[in-house]
């Protein structure tokens, strides 16, 4: 039997439950879209029938130099021929968290983890203890593990109705989901959970990030007024529109921040880390500890991925290739007269329309044409002028 894109379809469907292991990356666009991912090169991937794709999902935003990137494979190959866990930490660990207090505005101490979600919980587990109190509100998607309220985001696009299937109603009120930029209903939550807010965590809305420049002040004011922890989710943008996030790149410095997609070129590893008197609290009863969590390959990513982008203007190179693509992809949607516009920060814009089926129906033809894009699409180190310039001519006709 062939082993082609719909053989690994069917196999996939019968065998992983909801079709894959990560709901976003199940293909739903058949058969335009590759069903598998054999390889990946620099911006390029490859499926299972041999087409070629240029790669904006980027895994779905972990890989931001690029697919099979030299210097951070020769780095994980080392640390390989050493071991990949040991008994004790390594020194990685040590190396990688010194890093890390220098880049993150809020980092006096550091932990690893191996998900965004995962380093999340820490944070609200660490927020309640630190506080001695029970509320939650969330801004954005924390991770399927936090979609606890009612209305929250059971994944990066879709919200749940009513409680989430799963979760007790208990522990659902103590959760609130409250919209980007609605500094009203925070106010309104203060007024009715007096004195019992643990902390606000916010991942940002990309199409209208740039309200971050008032909203994030806003909510470090009523955090600090009202003695909760502020949490900023920088799973998105760290790494991204600036090394050390929103936080850098607005000016607003969180009491705990977790990092995670970015920091290691898609070896997984995130990263909680904040004040040292919240921090402290993971020895002294808020116990937060995973046997993988120091794991040796994705610390020596991490570390040299730190180290391009130290010496390597990486982060202008996102913003400039992001800015060149998404404009030529507004200006064509405009000329096409395509109710589909590409908006945010040029590092992490999302596609925005008023017709799901017909953004759909381009993506469709954009896979058809050799090019993978996603809701969220994001440019990686490897894309340059010249990778643009072909994405640009591969979609002139969709
Ligand atoms: C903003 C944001 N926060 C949290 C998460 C969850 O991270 P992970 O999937 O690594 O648990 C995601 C993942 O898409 C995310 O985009």
């Known amino acids: 039997m062939k082993k082609d894109n719909k053989y690994w379809f069917n196999q996939l469907e019968k065998y992983v439950a909801g079709g894959s292991s990560t709901g976003s990356k199940r293909a739903t666009l058949?058969?335009?879209?590759?069903?598998?991912?054999?390889?990946?090169?620099?911006?390029?991937?490859?499926d299972a029938n041999k087409k070629e794709y240029i790669d904006f999902r980027n895994g779905l935003g972990p890989i931001t130099l690029g697919y099979n990137y030299k210097e951070v494979n020769s780095a994980i190959k080392r640390q390989l021929n050493k071991g990949i866990v040991y008994g004790h930490p390594t020194p990685l660990e040590a190396e990688v968290a010194k890093m890390f207090t220098k880049i993150i505005p809020c980092a006096e101490s550091v932990r690893f983890l191996k998900t965004g979600g995962e380093a999340l919980a820490a944070c609200i587990k660490l927020s309640r203890a630190y506080t001695n109190k029970k509320h939650v509100i969330q801004i954005g998607y924390n991770g399927w593990i936090n979609t606890l309220s009612e209305g929250a985001k059971l994944?990066?696009?879709?919200?749940?109705?009513?409680?989430?299937?799963?979760?007790?109603?208990?522990l659902s009120q103590l959760h609130h989901t409250v919209s980007w930029n609605d500094e009203q209903t925070v106010k309104q939550l203060y007024e009715t959970y007096k004195g019992d807010i643990a902390a606000i965590v916010v991942a940002a809305d990309y199409e209208e990030i740039e309200k971050g420049q008032t909203f994030y002040p806003f909510l470090r004011n009523i955090t600090k007024k009202n003695k909760s922890v502020l949490v900023?989710?920088?799973?998105?943008?760290?790494f991204r529109i600036a090394l050390g996030g929103v936080s850098e790149y607005f000016n607003v410095v969180p009491d705990l921040t977790v990092f995670a997609k970015g920091i290691a070129n898609g070896m997984p590893l995130s990263c909680f880390c904040g004040k040292k008197e919240?921090?402290?609290f993971v020895t002294k009863g808020a116990t937060i500890s995973s046997t993988y969590g120091g794991e040796a390959l994705s610390l020596?990513?991490?570390?040299?991925?730190?180290?391009?982008?130290?010496?390597?203007?990486v982060i202008n190179h996102l913003w400039e290739m992001g800015e060149k693509l998404f404009g030529a992809l507004n200006r064509l949607f405009e000329e096409k007269n395509y109710d589909i516009q590409v908006k945010g920060f040029p590092p992490c814009a999302i596609f925005v329309t008023r017709d799901q089926s017909f953004l759909q129906e381009f993506f469709k033809r954009a896979y058809a044409n050799g090019v993978s894009l996603y809701n969220v699409s994001y440019v990686n180190y490897s894309h340059k002028e010249k990778d643009i310039d072909e994405v640009i001519k591969r979609l002139s006709d969709c």
Do not use: H
């Open 155 to 170: 994944n990066p696009r879709d919200e749940s109705t009513g409680v989430p299937l799963g979760i007790t109603e208990e």
């Open 278 to 280: 919240i921090m402290n």
């Open 30 to 46: 058949q058969p335009e879209e590759p069903s598998v991912i054999v390889k990946g090169e620099g911006c390029r991937v490859y």
């Open 300 to 313: 020596a990513a991490c570390k040299q991925v730190i180290k391009i982008y130290q010496k390597e203007p």
């Open 232 to 238: 900023f989710d920088e799973i998105v943008t760290g």
